[in-house]
Structures are given as C-alpha cells and as structure tokens.
C-alpha cells in the first residue's frame, strides 16, 4: 500500500480554520484518500474520503491536488472537541483487503 | 442502528490466562477487522474475516492468537496465555463490503496483564 506522510502535530485555536496536510507522492490511479481521526481513548472515527474532486460534508473538507500527491483536511471551525489525532489513509477499492494502514497521524490540539 | 460493540471494555487477565474480546458488528455488515493500539503507538492491523471465513491474518501473532467470525453471532479474539507485552487496546471495525469502504470501529477492549 502507498505510504503517507503526515505532521506529527499541529495547533488551532478555537474558532478558527484548520488545514491538516497530507503527503501522498506514490498514490496510484485507484487509491482513495481516507481521514480518519482517533479522540481520546475512543476508536478511530471515518471523518471523509475522496478521489480526485474535493469533497464537503458535514464534518470537514478535503481539498485534494490536482496531481493527487496531497491533500488536505479542512475543519471550517475547530472546537475543543475536535482535539484529536488525525489520520490520513489510503485504500485501493480495486485490490485491497479492505484493512486500514495507520501510521503515526497527526495530533491536532485546540487552544480556548 | 447500534453500533459496534464490543466487550468488555476493560479486561484484566493474569499471565499465562486467556482472553477473549467480543465484537458485534453493524447490522447488514459482514465484514469485521481487528486492530490492535499498543500504548502510545498506533492502531496496527491484526486480522480481517467475513462470516466464517479469514480473509487475510497478516497481521496476527503467529503463537497464541486466533479470531473468529461464527455465522451467528460476534466475532471473537482469543489470546492465550497472555504475556505483559499483549497489554494493548484493540479495536474492532466493520463495513460493509470489504473493498476500502468507510469502517466503523468500536471502543476498544482495553487489556491489562498482570
């Protein structure tokens, strides 16, 4: 699987945007880019995924290169609760198993 | 639509015990993966299967470890003989297909060896 490549921490006060950036140079044509992100002593929890476009929902953004290499998770409006690590995934639907590769992430901390 | 479950939340086990983690996917899932978080590490994959059937277990412990996904009812993973160094949480995720598709993970067994 394509490895990613992620800040090991970033800051944010509350209120304020959030970009989170993500380094993917040897994604291949079929691998979709996942976010997941990991609270305190819960479980990973799927935040957005996407292709090629970017893609909204109600939790965040992804904003991804045109060449795919990167991209990156915008949280319009960061709050205390989303003090968390950050994981950026790829995933092949063409032949993967289907098992997630976490690596390190990338914890953000809110400030009040 | 509940979640998925998974229990206990808290384990203890003395060395040389066995352990067993229960994991109760989404309804309509069939698919179920574990992970396994080492303290201050991150979540590493142990083993994925479909009702009945292990579909890749690369990432198991070859000695000790094993999982189960029966047709009826939770899936389980079994460690025996417990040593300090399986004191970990892990991890159960469901989806429903089993091509990289959105998971859905519980909150964890967290496991204590003393």
């Known amino acids: 699987d394509a490895k990613t490549t992620q800040p090991n921490s970033m800051e944010s006060n509350e209120e304020e945007p959030v970009h989170l950036p993500c380094n993917h140079s040897?994604?291949?044509?079929?691998?979709?880019i996942h976010w997941y992100r990991q609270l305190p002593s819960q479980g990973p929890e799927y935040v957005i995924h996407g292709l090629t476009s970017n893609v909204n929902n109600r939790m965040a953004s992804l904003a991804i290169a045109e060449d795919r290499k990167s991209s990156t998770l915008i949280l319009h409006r960061a709050t205390l609760r989303d003090a968390a690590v950050y994981y950026c995934?790829?995933?092949?639907?063409?032949?993967?198993?289907?098992?997630?590769?976490f690596g390190k992430g990338t914890k953000l901390s809110v400030k009040p | 639509n509940a979640g998925v479950m998974q229990n206990p939340r808290h384990l203890v086990r003395r060395r040389g015990q066995e352990a067993r983690l229960r994991c109760s996917p989404m309804?309509?899932?069939?698919?179920v993966y574990w992970y396994r978080q080492l303290p201050e590490e991150g979540l590493k994959f142990m083993v994925y299967l479909q009702k009945e059937n292990i579909i890749d277990e690369s990432g198991m412990p070859k000695e000790r470890f094993s999982a189960e996904f029966p047709k009826e009812g939770p899936s389980i993973l079994r460690i025996q003989q417990v040593v300090r160094g399986d004191s970990a949480a892990y991890f159960c995720?469901?989806?429903?297909?089993?091509?990289?598709?959105?998971?859905?993970f519980g909150q964890g067994t967290r496991l204590t060896v003393v």
């Open positions: 995934i790829l995933t092949n639907y063409g032949g993967s198993q289907g098992n997630l590769i």
């Open positions: 040897t994604i291949s044509g079929t691998d979709y």
């Open positions: 995720a469901s989806s429903p297909s089993g091509h990289g598709t959105e998971a859905f």
């Open positions: 309804k309509g899932h069939s698919h």
